[in-house]
């Protein structure tokens, strides 16, 4: 807050910038029609496309955290030295994009263990923020926040408090929190909603952002911003921005959830860029261990045991 006459003037909030950089052959949708012996034939677009968010970025002097896929950082290691002199912050994705709850806690750590030595060593910093591929930790998989605190994680952005068929904890705080474990003490991120009634309703990008029209979304962090006095935390995909990519095969609600409104993702998110602030995940990260620092109420838990 600065003054003017006098005044106090409300300064606008930053939000928090996300960019969840995997190929588009690496979405969940396509498991199964991609196997991942065949990665490695596709033609890849992950470089140009988040090139691409990078000079939007810049043009915009906005810095947002880079949540990279492990396989794209061994074979990318100068993108993601990219990100990171551009001021941008890199963290992971896992390694090799498979949903959490489909993995053992061993193969789990394996993951994230080697996406962190791999991004680290390219991008020369140290990797504290994780978000699952489709925010797959779920009431089933929550042991996997043990395993990030264990691994040296500082914060997560894997739970969406909303009703999914893939992904979601409906009852989960909606605000970020402090999980405190044995291991450690980890902030949970979750995806942004906004309230209406009894429900969550997502706000927070991605499919979400390309397939509802673009007032949804300007309500939605609007609503965040201005009625609960918080950031938003907004994410989206190098795909996401690629109306070219090759088309693949996916069953008719897979390939709307894909392929909606690619050709206008571009022009909304300039337009994003121009109606709010934003920053890093660990800009937004950093006030919140500041408020835990000042008030210890905001040590909160999950709904679930462990």
Known sequence: ???????????????????????????SVFDGIVPRSAWESM??????????????FDEFDVRSTFFVLGWVGERHPDLVLEIARRGHEVASHGYAHRLVYDQTRTAFRDDVKRAKAILEDAGGRPVLGYRAPSYSITPRSLWALDVLIEEGYQYDSSIFPIRHDRYGIPVSDRVPYRVDRPAGTLIEVPGSTTRAGSLNLPVAGGGYFRILPYWWTRWGISRV?????????????????????PRLKAGRLGRFRHYRNLAHTETRLRQLLTDFRFDTMQTLVGSV?????QDNRFALSLPYSW
């Open 1 to 27: 807050m600065s003054e003017h006459d006098g005044r106090p003037i409300e300064q606008p909030i930053v939000n928090a910038m996300s960019v969840d950089v995997e190929d588009y052959f690496h979405v």
């Open 43 to 56: 033609e890849s677009r992950v470089r140009a496309n988040t090139e691409r968010l990078l000079d939007i």
């Open 225 to 245: 911003n201005e009625l609960e006095s918080r950031p938003a935390v907004f994410y989206l995909h190098p795909w996401e921005i690629d109306p070219h990519q």
């Open 289 to 293: 261990r500041l408020t835990v620092a």
